[in-house]
């Protein structure tokens, strides 16, 4: 099924089916990847869906299946908090993935969060992008994205200056967030758009009606800043649980 340019529509059955689904295709674009480049370059996101697709990918046969010594992982967007903090998506990633798989350190790009102002680390993880990708437009092999109830994603919150007014940075630093904490720092549409492939992972009943007018409605990116996500040459695809899908076919 089709949304017109607005990408892929994959509903699942369960959020236990999208956590399958999800890993099927990361390890499915992971392979592509390291066959074609021998590397594969991922961006995680924080919230709670993204938890149990990490578990996934740290079990047998995911994680013995996955070549993780040619996987690069960042973060499309990270609360600014020290990595040990409970809010850190680093943290959440270490203990629900990486510490579970062979990859090397050097292989893994946290933002940093400690010893600096939000704008510097924000400044500091683009030129990390920058550098790894050998170009100032870092094109992603994958980037996860998740949707909050109120059509934010990464850390781009609605009325906020990303996506209101977007910046030609590949970083920003975000300030007063309507969901804890509220400082973050993310990656902007630059980035986003500039994906080989975007998965969206979207869970669960409350995500409904905002669901519904992200791909159906209008488009109005500075109030719903999930819209804006629309990579330029790559694959946009939303898998959605049956929860989260129950408004799109209302007509
Ligand atoms: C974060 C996120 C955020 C998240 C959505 C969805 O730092 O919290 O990156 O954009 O992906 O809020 O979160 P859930 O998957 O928990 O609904």
């Given amino acids: ?45 924080g919230g709670s869906t993204p938890r149990a697709l990490h578990q996934r990918l740290a079990q047998p046969p995911l994680s013995t299946a996955i070549d993780w010594s040619k996987v690069l992982v960042f973060w499309g967007d990270e609360r600014f908090v020290p990595p040990d903090s409970e809010d850190s998506c680093f943290r959440m990633a270490r203990e629900t993935l990486l510490d579970h798989i062979p990859i090397p350190a050097a292989n893994i790009f946290p933002v940093p969060t400690v010893g600096g102002t939000p704008e510097s680390a924000a400044n500091a993880y683009a030129e990390t992008l920058v550098v790894q990708f050998d170009s100032q437009t870092p094109r992603f092999d994958l980037i996860l994205l998740g949707m909050g109830p109120d059509g934010h994603t990464a850390s781009l919150f609605p009325g906020h200056p990303e996506p209101s007014a977007p910046s030609d940075e590949l970083v920003v630093a975000v300030h007063s967030a309507p969901k804890p904490p509220p400082t973050r720092i993310s990656c902007t549409y630059q980035v986003l758009n500039a994906a080989e492939h975007v998965l969206f992972l979207v869970a ?7 669901l519904r007018e992200v791909l159906r409605g209008p488009l109005a990116i500075a109030r719903l800043p999930a819209q804006g996500v629309r990579p330029a040459r790559g694959e946009l695809v939303w898998l959605v649980d049956q929860a989260a899908a129950a408004q799109l076919s209302e007509g």
């Fill in 204 to 210: 669960g009943p409350d995500k409904a009606a905002t």
């Fill in 1 to 45: 099924m089709t949304t017109d340019n607005r990408g892929e529509l994959v509903v699942l059955p369960t959020p236990a089916a999208l956590t399958d689904e999800a890993a099927r295709r990361f390890a499915e674009l992971a392979e592509a990847a390291i066959q074609r480049n021998g590397r594969f370059t991922v961006a995680l996101s």
